[in-house]
């Protein structure tokens, strides 16, 4: 039989954990072995980590698969465990939300501010007519009022989609529709590349197709002008003049929290629905265990934004939920200058800081002298989240932002496992460079062949779990059979997460892009993770994209896109010289099967709204097809500037 996909990249650096940070860690080894024991007991001791208004009967009904039901019977609201149980332990004076806007103005929460205004937006919301159960959209920039208005839904049992601000009026109409949303919280805009951008009037066009919209509710943060309409409504005034008296009603654990649509990378946005007990409790223990916080004297800042589910899980209920103080800033990474993201480190004295490998090549790509000019002394735990993390750019974070000692938690996971899934234990493991190494505790992933059997050490192929988890997905909102047809049947009771993976030789656990990406060459399966990784570990190149273009020979051949780092010359025949040098570099570090048939030195590479590399457009090009969709790129002008740029960094020799 065919391997399922190649092992080719061999990394052998490993880095413990520090000493001081394994001797104070909040997770230690023993988490292993009594998951390991039970399972269920362990999940049942986090989610006692919560407080619950009515105790579970069950830990897990499994009766029905792949239907479940975590914490059966147990009733808790999800707004009194990130606020109210804080204020009335004390810690009202607690800031949990230091935000910086893009333009330098700044706002400090404490505790007890999240919880009056979470009260009041509570109760405004209840005014308009929101019940328990009804979903709200929410469209929002990154200020305060969007964890405000999550936390409020949670609050009165409403169900949120949070739709990502940049994206379109189809986009967010298309959502409201699935959803049937009866209110939208929107602002008239937010601060983006250092000049308000607005986001009204995009409301306004998709709320016109929205019949079941009833209510649209405003935060001004601009102050620009905004059309008005009879159900728009001023969330200052609406939110104000609401008492800030609420009493928090249990739900029950599998009552639904929110709803949240994937980018769409690959198809028809899914509405991923998830519940409330199950999914608090491990977004709560996986931020205590994965990021060590310590929420008396940790300043975590978590980069992602509240439309991606990392910005629910990491700004909103796990960080909140432990009391933690956080940093929430509202722009972009380059305003007004390309250090912000440090100076913001080094103001607010961040020591945990959650980011993703795509920010990570930029500021490779920006220089080290950016990092070197601040202060980052603060920090004491690095994270990353969103795509694999390729090797070097995991040493450059871990040298130039960690001062070559902090350790790093890669860490694997979807909106649809709602939490964490596989990582490092800071306190525990000796990481890997471009490793998410094990699965947590209490967590059961494999790599498995294309029949459903485990692959040996060394070996490639799907990611799957096998095992039921607290925070899963519960369906695809409105549609069961698409739920059990995309994540249920690939393998016989297991769920496929659609990712590639291989174990190495020690077992652990290595990421190797989506398996819709593998390219077939001349009959081996190669990851473009692996490729790219390679492509990365030569200094002169910052970031990597790679795909499988039709071949008349070997089938696919491999067609490489490269950003040089800072000041790499590749002017005329030094360009020439650098692709020679880097495809000779691809052959030797995996070796001749890997060695790319074409490699073209570009200024930029087309990316999801999250970040992520969006390979299909790049295989359009390879095979010089006219651009398929290209609504969900980050920045349409990318693919202009990667076509124009092409000629004279094409080599084709031999
Ligand atoms: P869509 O499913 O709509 O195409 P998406 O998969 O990008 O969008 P997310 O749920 O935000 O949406 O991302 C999850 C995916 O991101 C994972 O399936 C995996 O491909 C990738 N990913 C996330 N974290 C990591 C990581 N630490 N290492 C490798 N890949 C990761
Ligand atoms: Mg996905």
């Given at each position: 039989m065919s391997e399922a996909l190649a092992n080719l990249l061999n990394e052998t650096r490993q880095f413990p954990p520090p000493a001081a940070l394994a001797a104070q860690?909040?997770?230690?080894?023993?988490a292993y072995d009594e998951a390991g024991a039970d399972r269920l007991a362990f999940w049942e001791r986090q989610a006692g980590r919560l407080a619950w208004a009515r105790p579970w009967?069950?830990?897990?009904?499994?009766?029905?698969?792949?239907?479940a039901k975590w914490f059966v019977g147990g009733q808790l609201n999800v707004a009194y465990n990130c606020l109210d149980r804080h204020v009335e332990a004390?810690?009202?004076?607690?800031?949990?939300i230091h935000w910086e806007g893009e333009p330098g103005d700044t706002r400090t929460l404490t505790y007890a501010d999240l919880h009056r205004l979470t009260c009041q937006a509570a109760n405004a919301l209840t005014d308009l007519g929101?019940?328990?159960g009804d979903r709200v959209a929410i469209y929002l920039p990154m200020i305060p009022e969007a964890a405000v208005a999550m936390l409020a839904c949670a609050r009165i049992g409403a169900t949120h989609s949070v739709v990502f601000g940049g994206f379109s009026a189809d986009a967010l109409s298309n959502r409201i529709s699935d959803a049937s949303a009866k209110v939208v919280i929107t602002a008239d805009g937010g601060y983006r590349r250092g000049k308000p951008s607005a986001l009204k009037p995009t409301v306004d066009e998709a709320v016109a197709n929205?019949?079941?919209?009833?209510h649209v509710l405003v935060v001004r943060r601009t102050g620009e002008e905004v059309a008005w309409s009879a159900k728009d409504h001023w969330w200052h005034e609406a939110v104000e003049a609401a008492s800030a008296e609420h009493v928090a009603q249990p739900f029950d654990a599998e009552h639904p929290l929110f709803i949240l649509y994937t980018s769409g990378t690959t198809a028809r946005p899914k509405g991923i629905l998830h519940t409330t007990g199950g999914y608090l409790t491990q977004a709560a223990w996986t931020a205590h265990a994965v990021f060590d916080l310590k929420p008396e004297t940790d300043v975590y800042w978590c980069t992602?934004?509240?439309?991606w589910v990392t910005g629910h899980s990491y700004i909103v209920y796990g960080p909140l939920a432990n009391g933690a103080t956080q940093v929430m800033y509202e722009g972009t990474?380059?305003?007004?200058?390309?250090g912000r993201f440090w100076e913001i480190v080094d103001k607010y004295k961040v020591s945990i800081l959650y980011t993703a490998p795509t920010l990570i090549r930029t500021m490779m790509k920006w220089g080290d002298d950016i990092p070197a000019g601040?202060?980052?002394?603060?920090?004491?735990l690095l994270g990353s989240v969103g795509e694999p993390i390729n090797p070097e750019a995991w040493m450059w974070y871990r040298q130039h932002v960690g001062r070559g000692e902090l350790p790093i938690v890669d860490t694997w996971w979807q909106t649809e496992t709602g939490a964490i899934m596989i990582s490092p234990l800071p306190g525990v493991t000796a990481t890997k460079p471009g490793s998410a190494m094990t699965p947590l505790p209490g967590v059961v992933a494999d790599v498995v062949d294309d029949q459903g059997q485990s692959v040996p050490n060394g070996g490639g192929g799907y990611l799957v779990l096998r095992e039921p988890w607290p925070?899963?997905?519960?369906?695809?909102w409105g549609d069961d059979n698409r739920f059990i047809e995309t994540y249920?049947?690939?393998?016989?009771?297991m769920y496929f997460a659609g990712d590639g993976a291989k174990k190495d030789d020690d077992g652990h656990i290595w990421l190797l892009g989506r398996v819709d990406d593998v390219m077939l060459v001349s009959g081996h399966n190669i990851s473009t993770t692996e490729v790219e990784s390679a492509l990365v570990s030569?200094?002169?190149?910052a970031e990597a994209a790679v795909v499988g273009a039709t071949d008349p020979t070997t089938g696919q051949a491999i067609v490489a896109f490269a950003i040089p780092r800072g000041t790499t010359d590749i002017s005329g025949e030094a360009g020439e010289r650098l692709i020679t040098e880097l495809r000779n570099h691809v052959a030797k570090t995996?070796?001749?099967?890997?060695?790319?048939?074409q490699i073209m030195l570009v200024p930029e590479l087309p990316k999801t709204r999250?970040?992520?590399?969006?390979?299909r457009l790049l295989r359009d090009v390879a095979e010089n097809r006219s651009l398929g969709d290209?609504?969900?790129?980050?920045?349409?002008s990318v693919m202009e500037l990667i076509s124009s740029g092409l000629s004279g960094g094409k080599s084709d020799e031999d």
């Open positions: 860690a909040n997770v230690t080894a023993d009967d069950e830990v897990l009904d499994w009766s029905n698969p792949p239907f004390g810690n009202g004076d607690r800031v949990a929101v019940v328990a929205c019949p079941s919209i009833e992602a934004d509240i439309g990474p380059d305003t007004p200058h390309k601040f202060d980052l002394s603060s920090l004491r925070s899963m997905l519960r369906t695809i249920w049947s690939r393998f016989e009771g030569h200094p002169s190149v995996l070796g001749p099967i890997a060695k790319p048939r999250s970040g992520k590399i969006m390979r290209v609504t969900t790129l980050q920045d349409s």
